[in-house]
């Protein structure tokens, strides 16, 4: 019989924030089960789903005075493992590009390559992060962590080719994300290239 698990009860949580100790500790404990729950299924990875949950339990330990509403301790916890895992992926997104942008090229890039590079890629972690767990998952591992194909099946429980299947419908649903979040990151490029054009303020610029 599967055991059940519920939130603490907003006595408690008011206890633990009026700094009793017994009651702290008791509320980490409860919320534990469901924030887990939370992390693996945000999560990329049983690593990362891992890290987002203790990241999330000592948030809470720290900071649980600044709940405002008792009973809104199970939105807090979900809004917290999401921001992490989203955290993670955009960190993941981020040293990918830094590995090939140094394998690439020592140029320094310009400040509007910069910040168009930075648009880059907090659009594909935005793309990468609302895709189904599962695919999600296979994604990350291994298109991002470049783990053998081998490994990753092995970690998700599935053969070579259900692997490679769930890969490929992964890459399909990302690309036709990337291709529909296309045209505002085209007039994003655009806005920048206007601003670095535009006089400076408090002058008017005359025909």
């Known amino acids: 019989m599967n055991q059940r698990f519920t939130w603490p009860d907003e006595r408690l949580i008011k206890a633990a924030q009026d700094g009793d100790v017994t009651s702290l500790t008791t509320v980490l404990m409860e919320s534990q089960p469901h924030v887990r729950r939370f992390a693996i299924s945000?999560?990329?990875?049983?690593?990362?789903?891992?890290?987002?949950?203790?990241?999330?339990?000592?948030?809470?330990?720290?900071?649980?005075?600044?709940?405002?509403?008792?009973?809104?301790?199970?939105?807090?916890m979900f809004r917290i493992v999401r921001n992490e895992c989203l955290r993670q992926v955009r960190l993941f997104v981020s040293r990918s590009d830094e590995a090939t942008a140094e394998a690439e090229a020592t140029v320094e890039p310009s400040a509007e390559e910069a910040v168009l590079h930075r648009l880059e890629t907090e659009r594909i972690a935005a793309a990468v992060s609302i895709?189904?767990?599962?695919?999600?998952?296979?994604?990350?591992?291994?298109?991002?962590?470049?783990?053998?194909?081998?490994?990753?099946?092995?970690?998700?429980?599935?053969?070579?080719?259900?692997?490679?299947?769930?890969?490929?419908?992964?890459?399909?649903?990302?690309?036709?994300?990337?291709?529909?979040?296309?045209?505002?990151?085209?007039?994003?490029?655009?806005?920048?290239?206007?601003?670095?054009?535009?006089?400076?303020?408090?002058?008017?610029?005359?025909?």
Not at 51 to 59: G, H, K, R, S, T
Not at 177 to 205: C, E, N, W, Y
Request: hydrophobic share 40%; with cysteine.
């Open 131 to 207: 895709l189904p767990p599962d695919q999600r998952q296979v994604l990350i591992m291994r298109d991002v962590q470049g783990l053998p194909g081998k490994t990753v099946a092995h970690s998700l429980g599935l053969s070579t080719a259900a692997m490679k299947s769930r890969l490929h419908r992964a890459r399909a649903a990302l690309r036709h994300s990337l291709a529909v979040t296309d045209r505002p990151l085209g007039q994003a490029a655009d806005q920048v290239r206007d601003q670095a054009t535009d006089p400076p303020v408090g002058r008017v610029s005359r025909p």
């Open 42 to 76: 945000l999560c990329s990875s049983p690593q990362d789903a891992e890290d987002a949950a203790q990241e999330a339990l000592i948030i809470l330990y720290r900071k649980i005075g600044t709940l405002r509403a008792t009973g809104a301790l199970a939105s807090w």
